[in-house]
């Protein structure tokens, strides 16, 4: 009970301490109470003023607090704050005039009274005019900045104290973007309408409001460019979750000369005018006549479902074309991971594509699209075909090729189906040729009707296309397709070269890098080439190619073989140390066409046939249909011809061959000839070249035996065996088979020479000169003077006669021994003898040691050719000094000499005494000459005589004494006749 009253005392003197502070505290507001400075704790003031006049009038200097808990606001959070306490505010204050107001690091000013509000702080600054009625609070702004969102404010704020909303009317400015703004809020929501009042560049400025996910960002605000209006944004922001309310959103923008780019990889679309809608959480872009780069898009159009969810939102792209499936459309499908291995150049396209991309990486993006193509040509990979039309159905990973018929040029005419798993990167298919033929010219190189084949194509490190029946290969790189074909005898039976050529085994590999850029590498066995090497047919080839832009270059690895072929030009083969069977070169042996191709020999053989081999330093041929021309340098030459004395072994020459007949000319044309093949005739002008003839080959079987000349000839000569010449400025020479033909002309000289088939020969020369003759006789023999010669017979002999006139024989064993003989024997046995000898080399040089002159002399002989045996039966002349009569034979085998000659002499020493009467008689008797026989036997090269001139030198004196003792009327008569013998003499000389 006691401890109670003492309690009740204790609370009752507390209650009248608080009445009397009370009481003391109110006086003091109606007088104004001032501080100027108090500090406690976190709290210290300055200048401080407070006074109750009705309502409350606050005034400060400085006021400072410092709090540990104070929590992160942002300009939204502080205004409202503001709005919401400012109907305690204006109920308890009439003015309230804060100088400086710092809590913790926030400076705030704060002006209000009944008519006017400033507030200014670290988030907010508002400067208003400010009218309160009914609780109704009229704010006319003249700015609300909103520091740390760069956003300004025109216009009236109503709050309805009582309803708790607000109402915002007016303009706003955020950094270049200007528009007005029509927003509600009440305690939960905020709600808004805005529209931009000029075209702006962007609207990403919506950024620093609404956040969304990247991939919607990047269509918001990064894949479209252009003039943007923006006609409306409305919607409702959550104040308490601080978040805008999406299903609430909606706006539309448009965009004057867009460009909107589908993926970050491709170009951008060119619109004249692109319409941006968004509600429901849907972003749509509907976009008018849109281009990609020349390729029409009409009728595309791009949306985002879910546009805020990072979960559901999708990117749906509607790709709309009646352009060409070009590189344009293919760029937009490959950035999207999408291959299609179809281009289009030219044609009609239907196509509709659909792409669904979601945010998520993780789900899977969807594509359906079809095109539809009509009369267009396409490339499929760099296979170029014409498509009457195709269906290409594209589901996802899968791209289906159906009801298509393609054409490629004049080759190909089929109807292709595939199926392409991308996810795989496989495909399967199958292809039906209604027709596939590959001719040049009228050759058929490859020819399939109704054949039917299955694809298979694996694309997941390189492309590679297996054509099943045909145990083909195509493999497609980044820059090259190669194509691999292991078996040629699988083409076989399909193509008509192959079949013609007889090319059934080997392989053939091409790279293909563009229609300008090939290589290509094979390996071919068993050729039926026409070409060898050391005499052994090439039937094996390894060779390489390339293709560079108009030109492919062909070279064998094995071989000096390389060909060259040339758009608009003849094929070009060149061949080293290779031989050309030129006659196996021909399509139809019978008709002899040649391909139409021109061929380089260096070092080879080229054979016209079996026999007509020749061998080639360099030669250009030039084939065309039955003809092949040619030009080049031969090599060890089968024809008898010779300069300068050797034996024409190379020739520079230009020429044909066709139909078995050779025709060619030397560069100078100083050699034209005509060679028909078939019957080994040969038709040849000569000028300065010089014709081998051996005498044999008339019977025997060599090649020339076999072989007819008809040759012209003009400046030049006939060598026969070798060393006999018969020089010419012109003659005709045939030589047949059996038959022989000279008619040779060399200045005065005539020359005829012929063998017929009977063996009837006829030899007939006019006029030897001494040139002409010496090279014919292969020995300087004759100098001066004529020779005439006439001769026929049949078989192997000949008979005929050789006259003398004027000529001087000057290197004939026989005959100098002789006249030395002559010389020399008479002086060593009587001295009277050598008077005649002395007189004879002094007048008229015919009777001396260099030799014999015939002035009139006749040879009758006979020839065997066979036996090379000379009978001359009858020989005679008259020279001056000595006369010869008689016989000689020669048999060349041997080199033997047989015969018999009277030699007549003194002729020179009888002109002398012929005019001495009884002188004459008695020296020389009646016949008036001195005579004696020689018998000739031995070799040519070492001839031997037998002679009587000892006995007929010792017998001479004796002959004398006796004619002038015994024989006085003989010699009275001699006196007689002294001037017979003078004229007769005359007559001689004449």
């Known amino acids: 009970m006691r401890n109670n009253s003492i309690m009740l005392k204790i609370i009752k003197a507390i209650i009248l301490f608080l009445l009397i502070f009370f009481i003391i505290l109110i006086f003091s507001l109606f007088w104004g109470i001032k501080i100027d400075s108090f500090s406690l704790g976190n709290f210290s003031v300055s200048k401080f003023y407070l006074k109750l006049d009705k309502k409350l009038i606050l005034k400060t200097q400085n006021l400072v607090i410092h709090t540990k808990n104070s929590k992160k606001k942002s300009s939204i959070k502080d205004v409202q704050q503001l709005l919401s306490n400012l109907e305690y505010l204006l109920i308890l204050f009439d003015k309230i005039e804060v100088k400086e107001l710092k809590i913790n690091d926030n400076l705030v000013v704060v002006d209000l009274d009944r008519n006017h509000l400033f507030i200014d702080n670290k988030y907010v600054n508002i400067s ?215 281009k289009q150049l030219n044609g009609n396209l239907d196509s509709e594509l659909l792409l669904e991309i979601p945010y998520l990486a993780s789900k899977k993006m969807h594509a359906k699209g079809s095109f539809k193509v009509e009369q267009a040509l396409l490339n499929l990979g760099t296979f170029e075909f014409f498509a009457n039309n195709a269906d290409v159905v594209l589901n996802d990973n899968i791209v289906t090729i159906e009801k298509s018929s393609v054409e490629h040029k004049d080759m190909l005419n089929a109807n292709l189906q595939l199926k392409i798993d991308t996810s795989k990167k496989e495909a399967e298919g199958k292809v039906h040729i209604n027709s596939f033929e590959i001719k040049k010219e009228k050759e058929e190189l490859i020819s399939l009707k109704d054949f039917d084949t299955n694809l298979n194509i694996d694309f997941k490190n390189k492309t590679t296309i297996s054509l099943e029946k045909l145990l083909t290969k195509l493999q497609i790189n980044e820059d090259s397709l190669n194509i691999n074909i292991p078996k040629l005898s699988i083409a076989y039976p399909y193509s008509g070269l192959l079949r013609e050529l007889n090319l059934k085994k080997g392989d053939l590999k091409i790279d293909i890098y563009d229609e300008n850029n090939i290589n290509f590498d094979a390996n071919v066995k068993d050729l039926t080439l026409p070409l060898e090497k050391n005499g052994q047919k090439i039937k094996d080839l390894n060779v390489n190619g390339v293709v560079k832009n108009d030109v492919t270059f062909i070279q064998a690895k094995n071989y000096d073989i390389n060909i060259v072929l040339k758009n608009g030009k003849k094929p070009l083969l060149k061949l080293k140390d290779i031989d050309l069977l030129l006659y196996e070169t021909t399509n139809d042996s019978s008709k002899k066409e040649y391909p139409n191709v021109d061929i380089q020999l260096n070092n080879s053989l080229l054979k016209l046939d079996k026999e007509h081999i020749y061998k080639i330093l360099w030669a250009n041929l030039y084939l065309n249909n039955s003809k092949v021309d040619f030009e080049g340098e031969g090599l060890n030459l089968d024809l008898p011809i010779s300069k300068d004395g050797e034996r024409v072994s190379k020739l520079l020459i230009d020429g044909s061959y066709e139909k078995s007949f050779v025709n060619l000319k030397t560069k100078d044309k100083k050699l034209q000839l005509s060679y028909d093949l078939s019957n080994e005739k040969i038709k040849m002008f000569l000028e300065n070249y010089d014709v081998i003839f051996n005498m044999n080959d008339e019977d025997e079987g060599t090649k020339e035996n076999t072989t007819s000349y008809y040759i012209e000839g003009k400046n030049s000569n006939i060598i026969i065996d070798k060393k006999h010449i018969a020089k010419a400025t012109k003659y005709n020479f045939i030589f047949e088979k059996n038959f022989t033909e000279i008619s040779l002309n060399n200045k005065s000289t005539t020359f005829f020479y012929r063998k017929d088939k009977n063996k009837n020969i006829i030899v007939d020369a006019k006029n030897m000169n001494d040139e002409f003759l010496n090279a014919l006789l292969g020995k300087g023999l004759i100098k001066d003077g004529n020779v005439n010669l006439s001769a026929s017979g049949k078989d192997d002999l000949i008979n005929g006669t050789i006259s003398f006139t004027n000529s001087k024989i000057v290197d004939l064993a026989i005959l100098n021994n002789l006249i030395i003989l002559i010389n020399t024997s008479p002086a060593i046995i009587n001295p009277f003898l050598a008077i005649p000898s002395v007189v004879g080399m002094a007048t008229s040089g015919g009777f001396n040691l260099n030799g014999y002159r015939i002035i009139d002399g006749k040879v009758e002989f006979s020839y065997d050719f066979k036996k090379k045996f000379l009978d001359m039966k009858k020989i005679h002349t008259e020279g001056n000094g000595i006369d010869f009569d008689g016989f000689l034979s020669v048999d060349f085998v041997t080199s033997a000499v047989d015969g018999k000659l009277k030699l007549i002499f003194f002729k020179d020493y009888s002109k002398i005494v012929n005019y001495i009467p009884v002188i004459n008689y008695v020296l020389l008797g009646d016949k008036k000459r001195v005579d004696t026989e020689v018998t000739i036997y031995g070799t040519l090269e070492e001839p031997k005589y037998k002679t009587n001139l000892v006995e007929e030198g010792v017998s001479a004196p004796i002959n004398v004494l006796k004619r002038i003792f015994t024989s006085p009327i003989d010699l009275i008569k001699s006196l007689g006749g002294i001037g017979d013998d003078k004229e007769e003499e005359e007559k001689k000389e004449e």
């Open 128 to 342: 208003s005019d400010l009218e309160v009625e009914n609780n109704i609070i009229n704010l006319n702004l003249y700015s609300l900045y909103l520091k740390d969102m760069n956003l300004t404010f025109f216009g009236d704020i109503k709050i309805d104290l009582k309803k708790e909303s607000a109402n915002f009317l007016g303009e706003y400015i955020y950094k270049n973007v200007e528009g007005s703004l029509k927003a509600q809020a009440d305690e939960d929501f905020f709600d808004f309408d805005i529209n931009v009042d000029k075209q702006i560049d962007s609207i990403s400025f919506l950024k620093d409001f609404f956040r969304l996910d990247e991939t919607a960002e990047e269509w918001m605000y990064d894949n479209v460019t252009g003039k943007i209006k923006l006609n409306y944004l409305k919607g409702r922001f959550d104040l308490k979750k601080q978040r805008p309310v999406i299903n609430s959103i909606k706006g539309q923008a448009i965009i004057q000369n867009a460009k909107i780019r589908f993926h970050k990889g491709v170009k951008t679309v060119d619109t004249p005018k692109l319409t941006v809608n968004y509600s429901n959480d849907t972003l749509s872009f509907d976009l008018d006549k849109p281009m990609y780069s020349n390729s029409k898009l009409y009728g595309s159009r791009v949306y985002i479902t879910n546009l805020t969810s990072l979960k559901k939102g999708i990117v749906h792209v509607s790709l709309k074309s009646d352009s060409i499936l070009d590189e344009n459309i293919l760029e937009i499908l490959r950035a999207y991971d999408i291959k299609l291995p179809i």
